[in-house]
């Protein structure tokens, strides 16, 4: 089994700067792309970005030059450095990962529980 464990979600203010870190561990040999999804209330989850073992990422449209994903390969870690929040950015961020267990096994998704940030005055 894997979990992915969240951490770093708050209440900012506009404008302000939250840390986002989520950490794998249990059964991993390797994971390939890691990623944040967001859901607010009343909507669909959606991709935030995502970045791949070589480190090529990709953000959603409306995050891109605000928000940085990076990881830590050797640590199983994954990052989002989120910068000029606003209030459109309130939602639940879950974690993502897809990860081989044992080498030849398939490579499967695993979500972690999800960390809150408000963006409100």
């Known amino acids: 089994q894997v979990q992915l464990v969240e951490s770093g979600g708050d209440l900012v203010q506009p404008g302000g700067s939250l840390r986002l870190s989520c950490a794998a561990s249990g059964s991993i040999f390797s994971i390939n792309v890691m990623g944040w999804y967001r859901q607010a209330p009343g909507k669909q989850r959606e991709l935030v970005a995502s970045?791949?073992?070589?480190?090529?990422?990709n953000y959603r449209d409306s995050v891109k030059g605000r928000f940085t994903i990076s990881r830590d390969n050797a640590k199983n870690t994954v990052y989002l450095q989120m910068n000029s929040l606003k209030p459109e950015d309130t939602a639940v961020y879950y974690c993502?990962?897809?990860?081989?267990?044992?080498?030849?096994?398939?490579?499967?998704?695993?979500w972690g529980q999800g960390t809150q940030v408000t963006v409100s005055l």
């Open positions: 993502n990962a897809y990860v081989q267990s044992y080498r030849g096994s398939p490579y499967y998704d695993y």
């Open positions: 970045i791949t073992v070589g480190g090529i990422t």
